[in-house]
């Protein structure tokens, strides 16, 4: 059974950075596609961005697309969510979810049915 855990999340102000890491572990995450989903309070969960299991196909949503650059380090079974110039409507609970043998479309929004395992999510807070 695949195990992920999030890291790298905090506080920031609007217009800063931070990076939220999503080890895995149990499993090797190179067969796995991996999302970055995100819940504010009172809302729904959100699918922010995807990346295959190769890396060779990723997906945004609109609302940070130019803003939040995924990757992965296939080698550290870790994947990366960079977030820069941060809005304080990013604010949120961010989990990181994967998939074995996912096909990753980049111009399909992300549905939380899709993926199995599911980490516990690290808290983003942006605001002055």
């Known amino acids: 059974q695949l195990q992920l855990v999030e890291s790298g999340g905090g506080s920031a102000q609007p217009g800063g950075s931070l990076t939220l890491s999503c080890a895995a572990s149990?499993?090797?995450?190179?067969?796995?596609?991996i999302a970055w989903f995100r819940q504010a309070p009172g809302k729904e969960r959100e699918g922010v961005s995807g990346?295959?299991?190769?890396?060779?196909?990723?997906h945004y949503t609109d609302s940070v697309k130019g803003r939040f650059t995924i990757s992965r380090d296939n080698a550290k079974n870790t994947v990366y969510l960079q977030m820069n110039s941060l809005r304080p409507e990013d604010t949120a609970d961010y989990y990181c979810?994967?998939?074995?043998?996912?096909?990753?479309?980049?111009?399909?929004?992300?549905?939380?049915?899709?993926?199995?395992?599911w980490g516990q999510g690290t808290q983003v807070t942006v605001s002055s």
């Open positions: 149990g499993g090797a995450l190179k067969y796995y596609a």
């Open positions: 990346i295959s299991a190769l890396g060779g196909s990723v």
């Open positions: 979810a994967a998939e074995p043998n996912y096909m990753l479309h980049s111009g399909y929004p992300l549905d939380d049915g899709d993926f199995s395992s």
